[in-house]
C-alpha cells in the first residue's frame, strides 16, 4: 500500500512539474509577434471532430476559410471571407457570413515550434498550426 502511494505522489509530482515546464515555454503573443508569425500564413485550427480547418491571414487584411476538408457544407455555408485585424495585442477577424458577421477578438499563445493556442474573447479554445 505504501509503495503504491509513493508510486501515486512522484506521478503527481512528475505530472505537476511537466505542467510549470509547459507553461513556462508558452509565450502570449503580441503584436509584432502576430504580425510576423500568423499574417500571410495559412493557420489550421484543430477541429473537435479530428482534421484541420484552414484559414489564411492575407497581408491585405483580408482572411478566407474553407469547411469543405471537413464536410461542413452540409451544416454551414463551407467557405468565407472577411477581414482581419489586430487590437491589443489580439487579432481580431469578421467574416462575411459566419458567426452572423459578428467580430471576434483571440488572445494567442505561442506553444512551440509552429504551434499557437487561441482563446476567443468568448471563452472558447483552441489549438492551430501555423503554415506556409
Not at 499563445?109 to 482563446?119: D, M
Request: charged share 25%; glycine share 12%; proline share 5%.
Amino acid at each position: 500500500m505504501e509503495t503504491v502511494m509513493r508510486k501515486t505522489a512522484i506521478a503527481i509530482l512528475y505530472a505537476t512539474i511537466s505542467s510549470v515546464a509547459v507553461a513556462a515555454e508558452a509565450t502570449p503573443m503580441k503584436e509584432a509577434d502576430i504580425r510576423s508569425l500568423i499574417i500571410g500564413k495559412t493557420i489550421y485550427l484543430a477541429a473537435p471532430m479530428g482534421g484541420e480547418f484552414p484559414l489564411n491571414y492575407r497581408p491585405s487584411g483580408e482572411v478566407d476559410g474553407s469547411g469543405k476538408a471537413l464536410g461542413l457544407g452540409k451544416f454551414i455555408q463551407p467557405t468565407d471571407k472577411g477581414h482581419w485585424w489586430i487590437q491589443s495585442d489580439k487579432l481580431c477577424q469578421q467574416f462575411t457570413v459566419w458567426y452572423d458577421g459578428s467580430p471576434m477578438c483571440f488572445d494567442l499563445t505561442e506553444t512551440g515550434e509552429g504551434k499557437v493556442r487561441w482563446v476567443r474573447d468568448n471563452g472558447e479554445t483552441g489549438t492551430a498550426r501555423i503554415g506556409d
